[in-house]
């Protein structure tokens, strides 16, 4: 069974930057595979927040943090990470980094974002305004 952990959540003020990092235990090999950041707001339904198919780096991103956000991975480690910047009061939710080896849909479209069947328990980022 393979587990994902994040970590690196807080509150921040507006304007401010955090960085949520995703380790897998046991170890998950990343290759070849589609890895995400979602967020779920408070009564609103969980979105896609950025994802990265591994394969080759190409990275995807939600309309509402492009040029704020910047999602990478290290393959040595095998860590997700979500690089956060000029964080905004509705960028609070908790976040969750997901992975799934099904491809065929890809990393980013409508079907593909259903896919994801591996999950981390979630961290909570906070941001005031």
């Known amino acids: 069974q393979v587990q994902l952990v994040e970590s690196g959540g807080g509150s921040v003020q507006a304007g401010g930057s955090l960085r949520l990092s995703c380790g897998a235990a046991p170890v998950y090999t990343y290759r070849s595979n589609c890895t995400a950041w979602f967020r779920r707001a408070p009564g609103k339904e969980r979105e896609g927040v950025a994802a990265?198919?591994?394969?080759?780096?190409?990275?995807y991103y939600a309309d509402s943090v492009k040029g704020r956000f910047t999602i990478s991975q290290d393959n040595s480690k095998n860590t997700l990470y979500l690089q956060m910047n000029s964080l905004k009061s509705e960028d609070t939710a908790m976040y969750y980094c997901?992975?799934?080896?099904?491809?065929?849909?890809?990393?980013?479209?409508?079907?593909?974002?259903?896919?994801?069947?591996?999950w981390g328990q979630g961290t909570q980022v906070t941001v005031s305004s």
């Open positions: 997901a992975a799934k080896s099904l491809l065929l849909r890809g990393c980013w479209t409508p079907s593909g974002l259903a896919e994801y069947n591996f």
């Open positions: 990265i198919y591994t394969g080759d780096g190409m990275p």
